[in-house]
């Protein structure tokens, strides 16, 4: 199994669109995409396996500081510490280039899997936005999420 893990190029973010809104309940959609390929400061990575695209991560950067705006890995692959690798290697490869001191995150607080994985990776919780996510026509509140990186 050959695995890279690079920034994604134009003619694939309709594959990666795709991508997040099989496996997101809150996925952007190509607008969002092009915009955020757009912004000097924001960067979609994608995770290949055998050159099939099967994650994608999305971060924004300002000066020291990470958010993380969307994570996804394809159904099939999930269980496999893929989110685990892109996540560390990203953030590996940022912190070389500017030094990260803390990395940020929204979750909806009913994603329990990937709260796990990020408490995992050392994030914790700093506050609560109520109701900031409208999934399947249902309010949910947003767990703001920190890691202090140095
Ligand atoms: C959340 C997601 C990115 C995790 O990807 P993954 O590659 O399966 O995650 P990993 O294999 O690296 O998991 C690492 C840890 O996360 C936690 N975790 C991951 N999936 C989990 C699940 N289904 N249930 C419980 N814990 C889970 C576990 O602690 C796991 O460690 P362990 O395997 O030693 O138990 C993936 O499930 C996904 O794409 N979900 C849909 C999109 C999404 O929710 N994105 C995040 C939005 S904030």
Redesign the pocket.
């Known amino acids: 199994m050959n695995k890279n893990i690079r920034l994604v190029v134009p003619a694939e973010l309709p594959k990666v669109a795709i991508l997040d809104k099989r496996?997101?309940?809150?996925p952007w959609n190509m607008v969002q995409y092009e915009e955020c390929l757009a912004n000097k400061n924001q960067q979609v990575y994608v995770l290949e396996i055998d050159e099939v695209i099967c994650?994608f991560l999305v971060v924004a950067i300002t000066f020291d500081e990470v958010e993380?705006l969307?994570?996804?890995?394809?159904?099939k692959?999930?269980?496999?510490?893929?989110?685990?690798?892109?996540?560390t290697e990203v953030l590996a490869k940022l912190d070389d280039k500017i030094l990260i001191s803390k990395v940020f995150?929204?979750?909806?607080a009913n994603?329990?899997?990937?709260m796990?994985?990020?408490?995992?990776l050392g994030f914790t919780k700093i506050s609560t936005r109520r109701g900031y996510y409208t999934i399947d026509g249902m309010k949910i509140d947003a767990i703001v999420m920190m890691l202090k990186y140095t």
Do not use: C, H, M, W
């Not at 496996?23 to 809150?26: A, E, F, M, Q, R």
């Not at 995150?105 to 909806?108: G, S, W, Y």
């Open positions: 496996v997101n309940k809150t994650g993380i969307q994570l996804g890995i394809d159904t692959y999930q269980g496999q510490k893929l989110a685990t690798l892109l996540l995150l929204e979750v909806a994603n329990d899997s990937a796990a994985l990020y408490r995992k």
